[in-house]
């Protein structure tokens, strides 16, 4: 196995392209024939030439001297951002972000713009989520999950950033409305859209029905209430969905009525993994969030 002291002696040499330089360099006291000393055992071990003199003081890379540095350049050029992270400092990378459709489209983005604002040296990778998986947090497959949880585990922290309300929508050219007021009754044999991943939301979205004497027709389910409305505006049928608008949905061919019983408001909450310590991205993701 190759020996890790001699790895870094060969970085600085092919970052610096000298061995004096190269010492300079090092993050730690080191004198030009120790560097020298560490590159020349490297090639010993390995039996191929990883440098070629091109002047008094500067050497470049060979072929095979290049392969070894891009495999280990990433990993030197990201040390610093690796220690602040492990020392909770403040540091930039990638976060992962998982959000429902509709959140992802009426909630994210101004939160987005304000971390873009601050922060621009974090990224976020975004993924609609198509129902509620803490599983996802626990795996490390997500840093942030976005969405309504019907309960939260003693594993997963959580901070509210935003309410949403139930709304009936239905076809804005169809015989339902009166005075610009949805009646239930007159729905009740109007094709029903349903959640189709999420059972959870189907499942309020049947008892809210219940409540109203209705046993919905189900002709057509979907991921994401930005489908659904889509299906709705289409004259496809009438359904149940959230709204973080006081007003309601807004699209073009949807009368939008809040639903008043039973009244229903619900959390939205950005959740994430409790662990051994705070998680820096997540933390700066919640100094921008919505209150």
């Known amino acids: 196995m190759i020996n890790l002291q001699r790895l870094e002696g060969f970085y600085w040499v092919a970052k610096t392209q000298g061995y004096a330089r190269a010492a300079r360099a090092f993050p730690y006291p080191i004198t030009q024939p120790g560097v020298h000393q560490q590159v020349r055992r490297l090639e010993d071990e390995l039996g191929v030439k990883l440098f070629e003199r091109v ?22 050029e990201r040390l610093p951002v690796i220690e602040a992270r492990v020392k909770g400092g403040v540091v930039g990378g990638t976060l992962k972000m998982h959000a429902a459709g509709h959140l992802l489209r009426h909630l994210v983005p101004d939160w987005l713009r304000r971390l873009q604002g601050k922060r621009p040296d974090i990224t976020v990778a975004l993924t609609e989520l198509r129902a509620v998986d803490l599983g996802l947090l626990r795996a490390g497959e997500t840093d942030l999950l976005v969405d309504w949880l019907p309960e939260v585990p003693s594993d997963i922290a959580t901070r509210e950033v935003g ?13 339902y409305g009166q005075a610009g007021k949805l009646r239930l009754e007159a729905l009740r044999d109007v094709p029903f859209i349903a959640y189709h991943a999420d059972r959870t939301l189907k499942g309020l979205q049947l008892e809210a029905l219940k409540q109203h004497g209705i046993a919905p027709v189900e002709a057509f389910a979907a991921d994401s209430s930005d489908t659904i409305l889509g299906f709705v505006a289409a004259g496809l049928g009438f ?31 950005a959740a994430w993994r409790k662990g051994a310590g705070p998680h820096p991205l997540v933390e700066a993701a919640l100094e921008v969030a919505p209150s």
């Open 163 to 175: 309410r949403t309300e139930a709304w009936i929508v239905a076809p804005a050219h169809g015989p």
């Open 55 to 76: 002047g008094k003081d500067k050497v470049v890379l060979t072929p095979r001297g290049q392969v070894l540095f891009d495999a280990l350049a990433p990993f030197y």
């Open 239 to 269: 359904s149940l969905v959230p709204s973080l608008h006081a007003g309601g949905p807004r699209v073009a061919g949807v009368v939008a009525q809040k639903l008043e019983r039973p009244r229903a408001s619900f959390p939205i909450f």
